[in-house]
């Protein structure tokens, strides 16, 4: 599956944005989806994900009550709605599919995105 991720860009802390996550190739509603992030210097972290179907959602401690990871299977897209944005949500934001279920482990997934960047500027 290939995976298209946008939306990003430059917002002041307390915004918002809605990264997209577009998906081609298979079978979208048969992957569970997560979103990750880097900042420079720093490993790759976990941020959201959601099952196939949408029923289940996970987040890290950092984004919960913030950010809102949703998907549209007749749309083939995931999308992470961020809120209340800080400057240290700054990073480039990935998309990556999992063939099994929703996961925190960015090993479990089997596909990615080519990241978009987010920067919050205080």
């Known amino acids: 599956v290939q995976l298209q991720a946008s939306g990003g860009g430059l917002v002041q802390a307390g915004g918002s944005l809605r990264l997209s996550c577009a998906a081609s190739g298979r079978t979208f509603s048969n992957y569970a989806m997560g979103w990750f992030r880097q900042a420079p210097g720093k490993e790759r972290e976990f941020v959201a994900a959601?099952?196939?179907?949408?029923?289940?959602?996970y987040y890290a401690d950092s984004v919960k009550g913030r950010f809102t990871i949703t998907r549209d299977n007749a749309k083939n897209t995931v999308y992470l709605q961020m809120a209340s944005l800080k400057p240290e949500d700054t990073a480039v934001y990935y998309c990556?599919?999992?063939?099994?279920?929703?996961?925190?482990?960015?090993?479990?997934?089997?596909?990615w995105g080519q990241g978009t960047q987010v920067t919050v500027s205080s």
């Open positions: 959601i099952s196939w179907s949408g029923g289940n959602t």
């Open positions: 990556a599919a999992n063939r099994n279920y929703a996961s925190r482990s960015g090993g479990a997934y089997d596909y």
